[in-house]
């Protein structure tokens, strides 16, 4: 009897391999190793770099296994964009990788070699077409090494650097600034902090409205003219 049902067990074993072909096999295959592949990159937060150049840097993702991508798979190519600065990477199962985008701030433009280049949050020079008239302008050799940590210490000191229109930086280590009403402002190389605290108390006094150069790269002194 037991001969019986082994033979019944094996018969049936046989109807089903001779049913189940060698192509639906393959396709059955070919599904699996497809079914998590990268088909689709979603882009967020991104403002100045254009979605059209994030994908195309990223064209060597595609038909990635999306377990197998790791993230400077992601970071790299997007590296050479102007403004990049970070990138937050999520998969969303079965094939969609998500680029959520964290760009650099254009701050300045800044002639070099009489070159016009903007300036950007993370001291890049860039060459651009694009029009930021709006931005005010440094003027200096080696300025645009310093100009970001100096920027930062106006801001601290809630100086209203929107009202700035150009910047001049000499080599000594000190700054000029003039502001959109054309008054300069000659900051001195030591108590720096010092220095533009007291410009803003003077800005917003009426005797000073008439100078149009105020001086304090003397210690203790303020000269105008």
């Known amino acids: 009897m037991k001969k019986f049902y082994r033979t019944i067990i094996l018969l049936l074993v046989l109807v089903l391999l001779s049913t189940y072909s060698q192509n639906q096999f393959n396709l059955n295959l070919e599904k699996k190793n497809t079914l998590f592949k990268v088909k689709t990159i979603k882009v967020l937060n991104n403002f100045l770099i254009s979605e059209n150049e994030i994908k195309k840097n990223l064209e060597n993702i595609y038909n990635m296994n999306i377990f197998l991508i790791k993230r400077k798979d992601i970071e790299d190519p997007l590296k050479k964009i102007n403004f990049f600065d970070n990138v937050e990477v999520k998969r969303k199962y ?15 433009n800044l002639f070099k070699n009489k070159v016009k280049y ?3 949050s993370s001291s890049n020079l860039i060459t651009l077409d694009k029009n930021f008239d709006n931005l005010p302008i440094i003027f200096g050799e080696e300025s645009e090494n310093y100009f970001v940590d100096f920027l930062n210490i106006l801001k601290k000191n809630n100086f209203p650097v929107k009202k700035i229109k150009n910047y001049y930086y000499f080599q000594i ?6 502001l959109a009403n054309n008054k300069i402002i000659k900051l001195p190389y030591n108590n720096i902090n010092e220095a533009i605290k007291k410009t803003i108390k003077l800005l917003e006094r009426e005797d000073f409205e008439n100078y149009k150069i105020i001086d304090l ?8 003219e």
């Open 94 to 108: 079965p094939h969609t990788i998500i680029v959520k985008i964290t760009e650099t701030e254009p701050i300045a």
């Open 118 to 120: 903007l300036l950007d």
């Open 173 to 178: 280590g000190r700054w000029d600034i003039q």
């Open 217 to 224: 790269r003397v210690d203790g002194k303020i000269i105008v």
